[in-house]
């Protein structure tokens, strides 16, 4: 019976020579990218495709009715190559796998028995996926189900995979039609009708309040005019009441009408007369969306605000590779009666990998690397003491495996100290390349709380962004953490 997967899972491949075959209700092409353990590969022939069908181990045909299938022979691949992914692309301009039921995955032996399973759920927008990558651990070779899709298409995928890929042709020059036959008599030229003037903006002025406690400003006497006397009313009169407190004063009367006696309600309008009305005022243009920023400009590290998001590239456009999340935390300070003391904080960095909401990988204080080696942590520090970064972790997002879709920063309290007895928490991205902070988030007062997700790294197409999260959770261990981080995915 074969292994059924689900994404990010894998197992291992029973047998040397294997054919993948990826059923898809629409006509598609399969190819295979052979990648080192940098995600690259060595040269335009490690991609194999139906212009390039034969590589290093890896071959693919057309298996007939619009299907492709690849063969894959372990003891062929060249040493140097890590992995082989296998890619299938929608054959048609403009069709998406979202048209279409799930595609399924299917990996055989030679003799024709199935040995695994992955149906590709979750796709929408997307043309393209990396369906299966067969990968190398240790001495022996495994199968993962990746399931990780492009809307971009396949010419942005395999040049992520470091493939040259030619421009697009210029379109072809439209051909002119004959000209017409001659007419017998020339038309009239008629004289050019000029086109309407555009019209004028209209400017709408933003409405203003003036404040409940300033008086309208009174009209200064002509000299020798005497100035106007706040006249009472007649005795046993009672004065017109103060409105209450949310009732809005009787409206002024619309020009050219009489101010009613004092003490004397406003006249109504005589039937059939217009009642004044204030204009409305138009609201104001909503504000635009935020922009993602990138990161590394010349003015120094961008400082993020809870639920910010930044890009991860730099000022020129190219992408960063190589990135460290520097953790950091003072202990608070106590005052006793012999003086100050800091209580000393044992809080852990953790960074939790995803594929879509399934965890696949953690790196922390029990196992400082992942398992695929793409994110490290340099080891823990059990009292908070010191400046700069407590903790750091190092991500090569280059190596960073395709079915991972987001890396969520968590720090936890091993020995149940909360962050109400922590000042000065931060996360900050730093280029590791050239060791410049790139972007910096600071939590901002202390919280009852065991643990804290500090902030996310997460695909978005091509590229990688960051985003400050901020959210207290109660958990000791970062396990214990990975049911409450769904809905930051």
Not at 276 to 296: E, L, N
Not at 360 to 377: P, T
Not at 390 to 405: F, K, M, Q
């Amino acid at each position: 019976m074969a292994t059924v997967l689900v994404k990010g899972q894998n197992t291992g491949l029973t047998a040397n020579d294997v054919r993948v075959v990826v059923e898809v209700g629409v006509a598609t092409d399969l190819s295979a990218l052979l990648v080192t353990a940098a995600g690259k590969v060595r040269t335009d022939a490690d991609f194999v495709f139906y212009n390039q069908p034969q590589g290093p181990g890896v071959s693919v045909r057309d298996a007939g009715g619009g299907k492709w299938e690849a063969s894959v022979t372990t003891g062929a691949i060249p040493a140097d190559v890590d992995k082989v992914r296998v890619v299938v692309s929608v054959d048609g301009t403009g069709q998406r796998f979202g048209q279409f039921a799930p595609p399924v995955a299917r990996v055989f032996d030679q003799a024709g028995t199935e040995l695994v399973q992955y149906v590709i759920t979750g796709l929408d927008t997307e043309s393209m996926v990396i369906a299966l990558e067969i990968y190398r651990r240790g001495a022996e070779w495994k199968v993962r189900a990746v399931g990780q899709g492009y809307a971009g298409g396949l010419a942005d995928l395999v040049r992520d995979h470091g493939v040259s890929v030619d421009d697009a042709p210029a379109p072809a020059a439209t051909p002119q039609s004959a000209p017409p036959a001659p007419q017998s008599a020339p038309p009239v030229a008629q004289p050019p009708v000029a086109p309407p003037p555009p019209a004028a903006p209209v400017y709408t002025m933003p409405a203003q309040t003036a404040p409940a406690h300033v008086a309208p400003p009174q009209e200064t006497p002509a000299y020798g005019q005497q100035t106007p006397q706040h006249n009472p009313p007649p005795y046993g009169q009672q004065p017109p009441a103060a409105p209450a407190y949310g009732q809005q004063p009787p409206a002024a009367p619309a020009y050219g009408q009489q101010t009613p006696a004092y003490g004397q309600p406003p006249v109504a309008p005589a039937y059939g007369q217009p009642t004044q009305q204030m204009p409305p005022v138009a609201p104001p243009p909503p504000a635009a969306p935020p922009q993602d920023a990138p990161v590394g400009g010349p003015g120094g590290p961008v400082n993020l605000s809870k639920g910010q998001r930044v890009s991860l590239r730099k000022q020129d456009g190219s992408s960063l590779s190589l990135v460290r999340m520097g953790l950091g935390w003072d202990p608070l300070k106590k005052r006793g009666l012999f003086g100050n003391r800091e209580v000393e904080i044992d809080l852990d960095a953790s960074a939790i990998l995803f594929a879509d909401k399934q965890p696949v990988d953690i790196a922390f204080f029990n196992q400082l690397r992942s398992k695929d080696g793409s994110v490290q942590h340099t080891g823990d520090n059990r009292t908070g003491a010191g400046d700069g970064d407590d903790e750091s972790i190092i991500v090569d997002l280059n190596r960073v495996p395709a079915h991972v879709t987001a890396i969520v920063f968590v720090v936890t309290s091993y020995e149940g100290h909360t962050f109400a007895q922590v000042e000065q928490a931060f996360c900050r991205l730093v280029d590791e390349t050239t060791r410049a902070e790139l972007t910096r988030y600071t939590l901002s007062g202390g919280t009852p709380a065991t643990g804290m997700v500090m902030a996310k790294l997460h695909r978005d197409g091509n590229a990688w962004k960051m985003t400050a999260i901020g959210e207290p959770q109660n958990a000791k261990q970062p396990l214990e953490m990975i049911p409450q981080l769904g809905r930051f995915l």
